[in-house]
């Protein structure tokens, strides 16, 4: 088992709430003050060092136009944090290659960084959430399919190595593709991918990446990683998936007392309750199949834009499974009941830095898990562990 | 009268075709909210002329094959459904996003074209870089799109809980195709406007009075980029004149095609 120190780095010194309509694509950058903004990548920057320092592994990802991530070019806070980091490994989370246009700048990015970091990069790729559309005017419809058009050719500009190829596909148009310099990591760095669907999944399973999913609780993530099993198994990669393959995020707060450790998750719920977007952005045409909008219509739940309701108190996320949050023991018992029942993840993406949690607190967070509950998971789920299989199987075939 | 499905090149198409008689034939396109035969102005239109409608790919039940993704595809598509259906002469009529595949086609065979209604047609881009000519519907809450869009939103708006599953799920792949088709550059193809020159049929350009999406502004610089347009504007109607205030629309598509 492995975690990671995830933060957002936003900028929570906003207006009241009521006095703009999103937090998303259209409240004015006028709010930002761009001298708070320097302290706080500081802040946000010395927060993944002392996280590296505690033997936690950075993650960083990337969102346009919105105060909850001030982060719109990942891959130039992962070039800091390449230089200014040992050891930990990097985790971009990912690059919105759906919404690039030249997926080989991207891959000349990745590699650049590889190189930087001596070889620490951990190349996440996702298809970014619909508010991400406007920013990058780019078309909501056939998403998937340039992603993984993307995604491959960038795999392909990593791994060839003796002079130019072309590329003419279905979305993108390259003559002489040539990058300089290569990766590091042979024969290319660790792939991630994200998705909040089973199908998506099964595409992540059959190329063998490593499959994430955010705040999908109990039931969604264990249909995801089913279906990650599903694709891995039928593209003939074997019958057994180690949990390496697989990642979970969540809000996680772990405190000394059970006082300290709650007032830390009430200020985690940030991330949920900040995110006020209206329905034209978290939904825009062709974001989501035809059939799941008819059921939106009826009342179905958005799991790609709303986090549910009753998840708004730090109970309700915790029985959802989006939130662990408590003393050691407790949130140790309550990542072990999850990861039981979804059928078991390698790797803990921890958001662990939201909106008003202030340095101390998130450092504290962050040296209460790694000290008291992160030894408890390693040793409990070693990266060989098969994901999948009933925790009795398990101690049985162990 | 019901639709049929007829393949051009590798698309079914739903078409509706009354195949009346020997009256000069009306080729009929969509706008972006769809088409089916019970929308008001079928019937009257449909009593004087032969009258073609072939539903847009990916809009209705016709297909989207993974290629297409443009009004210049689709302008092609139906090119060839003239020829498959041996239509020549004929008059044209295309409102919205049909008006713009309307103009490529004439751009393209303006011989083929004896006469043809452009009704709130987007497709070009005539005003400044810094303002959409055409609104961004999709960045708008949903109540403000409806005012751009209708005279009367109240009247004209559908509510999803009186829809079956099959119209919400019309309705919702037609809102993904127009997206598909018009999102960059938004509404517009830059170099049409250097091509309507072609269109030697006599145009009529409509509006309604209240369109919030086509300006009266647009619809003037459109019209003045065809050698022979006039314009004209429908009362109490918004981008969707043929089924906001049908008879005006049809009264005046007859009285422009000489009927």
Redesign the interface.
């Known amino acids: 088992m492995r975690a990671w120190h995830f933060s957002e780095t936003a900028y929570p010194y906003l207006p009241p709430a009521d006095s703009y309509p999103s937090i998303r694509?259209s409240l004015p950058n006028r709010i930002y003050d761009p001298a708070k903004g320097a302290a706080l990548y500081d802040r946000y920057i010395d927060e993944w060092l002392i996280a590296e320092e505690e033997g936690v592994e950075i993650m960083l990802n990337e969102h346009h136009q919105t105060a909850t991530c001030v982060d719109p070019g990942a891959p130039l806070m992962l070039a800091a944090l390449a230089r200014l980091s040992k050891t930990a490994r990097l985790l971009i989370l990912g690059n919105p290659i759906a919404n690039r246009r030249q997926p080989v700048r991207v891959a000349e990015e990745m590699a650049m960084v590889d190189v930087l970091s001596h070889g620490r990069l951990e190349a996440g790729f996702v298809r970014g959430v619909p508010y991400e559309i406007?920013p990058a005017?780019s078309?909501?419809?056939?998403m998937n399919?340039r992603h993984w058009e993307a995604l491959d050719l960038i795999v392909k500009c990593w791994t060839h190595h003796d002079g130019p190829f072309s590329h003419e596909g279905?979305f993108f148009h390259h003559r002489s593709i040539n990058i300089w310099p290569r990766p590091i990591q042979q024969p290319h760095p660790p792939i991630w991918v994200s998705t909040t669907s089973t199908g998506g999944a099964a595409q992540v399973g059959a190329h063998g990446y490593i499959q994430a999913t955010f705040l999908t609780g109990f039931d969604t993530t264990k249909r995801i990683y089913e279906g990650y099993r599903r694709g891995w198994r039928e593209a003939g990669r074997g019958q057994d998936v180690p949990i390496d393959r697989l990642a979970y995020a969540a809000l996680i707060y772990v405190g000394e007392t059970e006082a300290r450790a709650r007032a830390g998750a009430e200020k985690l719920l940030w991330y949920i309750t900040a995110n006020k977007v209206?329905?034209?952005?978290s939904n825009?045409?062709?974001y989501v199949p035809?059939?799941m909008?008819?059921q939106l219509?009826?009342g179905a739940h958005n799991v790609v834009s709303a986090f549910g309701t009753k998840q708004v108190t730090v109970e309700g996320a915790i029985e959802a499974g989006t939130m662990f949050a408590g003393t050691p023991d407790q949130v140790f018992a309550q990542i072990k009941k999850h990861w039981d029942y979804v059928g078991g993840y390698g790797h803990l993406l921890i958001m662990g830095q939201a909106g008003f949690l202030e340095h101390d607190e998130t450092v504290h967070g962050i040296r209460m898990f790694a000290r008291e509950v992160y030894p408890r998971l390693k040793e409990l789920y070693p990266d060989t562990t098969i994901s999948g299989v009933q925790p009795a199987a398990q101690a049985a075939a162990g | 009268m019901q639709s049929t499905n007829l393949r051009v090149a590798d698309v079914e198409l739903e078409l509706f075709d009354t195949g009346q008689g020997t009256a000069r034939p009306v080729l009929f396109l969509h706008g972006g909210g769809g088409f089916t035969p019970q929308q008001p102005f079928v019937a009257p239109l449909s009593e004087k002329r032969r009258f073609v409608a072939p539903t847009h790919p990916g809009f209705g039940k016709s297909g989207l094959p993974d290629w297409l993704d443009s009004i210049d595809d689709i302008a092609h598509l139906y090119l060839e459904l003239m020829d498959i259906l041996k239509l020549d002469g004929i008059d044209l009529v295309g409102c919205s996003i049909g008006g713009w595949i309307a103009a490529e086609m004439a751009t393209k065979s303006p011989e083929r074209f004896r006469r043809i209604v452009f009704c709130g047609p987007v497709g070009i881009k005539v005003g400044p870089p810094d303002k959409l000519d055409i609104p961004d519907i999709f960045a708008i809450p949903e109540m403000d799109a409806l005012k751009l869009t209708f005279h009367d939103p109240e009247r004209m708006k559908r509510d999803p809980a009186k829809m079956s599953d099959d119209e919400l799920a019309a309705m919702f792949r037609a809102r993904e195709t127009l997206a598909l088709l018009t999102w960059e550059p938004w509404m517009h193809n830059p170099k049409l406007k250097r091509r309507l020159h072609r269109i030697a049929a006599p145009a009529l350009f409509i509006r309604g009075e209240s369109d919030g999406l086509v300006s009266a502004a647009y619809l003037d610089a459109y019209a003045r980029l065809l050698p022979d347009a006039r314009t004209m504007t429908i009362k109490a109607a918004g981008h969707v004149p043929q089924l906001e205030q049908p008879a005006a629309f049809t009264a005046a598509v007859l009285d422009f095609l000489g009927e």
């Open positions: 694509v406007l005017n078309n909501p419809v056939r399919e279905r209206p329905p034209h952005f825009p045409p062709g035809v059939a909008n008819v219509a009826r």
